[in-house]
């Protein structure tokens, strides 16, 4: 039955095919790793049984870490390796991991994740918030692999979608519902989609979001410090940060930068752009708009010659950096929301107690969205000139803005407790599932020359 989904992969590629060639001939984001999503890596050859941890993107990769921390301290006879689909969530998990093996998650096509599972040796799976793909999960389910699924979230969009997979394919259905398999839900919601889907209601857990854990609510003061006087910022500076923005939201905020500079001459603004290599784009916007963009890249290698700080713009163009970057701010604002692109993760600005505004165009987040302007932790505007009063506002009322940013940072520290919730039943299935199929190597402490995935020269990343 897997020859149906490749059937499926393989049409869409062929009549996306110039639309995807344009893209991995001019983009390095579609060019990264190819040769490891075509399967093309080599043979694990630890000594250790192996969990394989898989992060589409940043934020996934990010909420693994504490996960990944953790099961490194309780079972160090383990060894854990990473993949991800991005780019940018190769670049954080190769930061973040630099001792662990890193690399791209291959392409959902039979053979190609028969060969990845057979040459990495997973004994374990465990995929963060929503990353079932078909032919990836029959793979695993053909050799008996147990899958945990953390964070999990589902649509009803991709509710409907499974059960549709699942009546054409009884491959799919016989691995979605295996007994292996354990699905730990974010929400009750999550976990009743889950159950419709017909997997048992013993191996459905409703465990939280474990976002919340690896939100960080205090920035070292000398990491702070450095940045600070990186970027030209005094104390008596009033910073706003647009973070992770998207195209068409850079011209607004400099446009409500330069009408407040007007009355606030104090005021900076820092934009770190969702996708880095809209980078040089922006910077040309800047130029365009009569401002002079700063690149981070060039504060850190040279002594740069700084002209009008008035009218100098911060232009971040470094992956991982912002969560730190934020704590300059005294107001951000979060980006893919003025444009309906389902917005930004507006939780790490909230837990450092950041007053935080973001758009109308937030389906990606809306739960956090939601949770935050229940409680008055953030606001919500609609239009470029409600950014701007919105902005002016907090300017001029500095105690609002510090209430709001602290109600915001309380909202963040109320929802810790998950990765616990989520490391107890993944302690039980490694004692309990997976203790039979690595008999011989669990519990053995690992040799001095143990390593991850060899290196033959393939172009396999990380440790």
């Known amino acids: 039955m897997s020859l149906i989904f490749d059937s499926i992969y393989l049409t869409a590629s062929l009549l996306g095919s110039p639309y995807l060639l344009f893209k991995i001939l001019t983009s390095e984001r579609y060019r ?23 992060g589409a993107s940043v934020g996934e990769v990010i909420t693994a870490k504490s996960i990944i921390e953790r099961i490194d301290e309780e079972f160090p006879e383990w060894e854990t390796f990473i993949s991800t689909t991005t780019n940018t969530g190769f670049s954080v998990a190769e930061r973040n991991f630099p001792d662990k093996t890193v690399f791209y998650f291959p392409l959902d096509l039979s053979w190609i994740t028969k060969k990845v599972i057979r040459r990495t040796k997973p004994d374990c799976i465990l995929l963060i918030e929503l990353e079932i793909w078909p032919n990836f999960l029959i793979s695993a389910y053909k050799k008996n692999i147990p899958v945990i699924i953390v964070n999990g979230r589902i649509s009803n ?32 919601i999550d976990a009743q989609r889950f ?31 450095e940045l600070a006087n990186s970027f030209r910022i005094k104390d008596n500076d009033i910073v706003l940060i647009g973070g992770s923005t998207h195209e068409g939201e850079e011209e607004i905020l400099i446009r409500v930068f330069k009408r407040l500079n007007e009355t606030f001459p104090n005021l900076r603004l820092i934009i770190a752009p969702r996708h880095i290599e809209r980078t040089g784009d922006v910077s040309r916007l800047i130029e365009k708009m009569d401002f002079i963009p700063v690149l981070k890249t060039q504060l850190e290698v040279s002594n740069y010659n700084w ?17 730190k970057i934020y704590s300059l701010a005294n107001y951000v604002f979060v980006g893919k929301s ?58 001029k009322n500095p105690d609002a803005a510090k209430e709001m940013g602290l109600k915001a940072q309380k909202v963040v520290s109320g929802k810790r407790g998950a990765t616990e919730k989520n490391i107890e039943i993944i302690r039980n299935i490694l004692k309990t599932k997976c203790s039979g199929r690595v008999p011989a190597r669990i519990g053995t402490r690992p040799r001095q020359n143990d390593v991850g995935l060899a290196n033959d020269g393939d172009g396999l990343a990380g440790g």
């Open 157 to 188: 969009r991709s509710l409907m979608a499974y059960r549709a997979i699942s009546y054409i394919s009884k491959d799919f259905r016989n691995s979605l519902t295996s007994e292996m398999n354990t699905y730990c839900a974010r929400t009750e």
């Open 195 to 225: 159950r419709d889907l017909g997997i048992p209601g013993k191996q459905v857990f409703v465990t939280g979001t474990m976002k919340y854990d690896n939100i960080p609510t205090h920035i070292d003061e000398n990491i702070s410090r």
């Open 338 to 395: 003025l444009v309906p692109s389902g917005g930004q993760n507006m939780m790490e600005p909230a837990g450092l107690g950041k007053p935080v505004i973001f758009g109308p165009h937030t389906f990606n987040f809306k739960e956090e969205a939601d949770l935050l302007l229940k409680n008055n932790a953030a606001r919500m505007v609609e239009t470029e000139e409600e950014l701007f009063k919105t902005i002016e506002f907090f300017i």
């Open 307 to 323: 002209q009008n700080t008035k009218k100098e713009i911060i232009l971040i163009d470094t992956v991982g950096d912002l969560g």
């Open 32 to 54: 990264s790793g190819l040769n490891q999503r075509f399967g093309i890596i080599t043979e694990r050859v630890s000594n250790k049984p192996g969990i394989w941890v898989h």
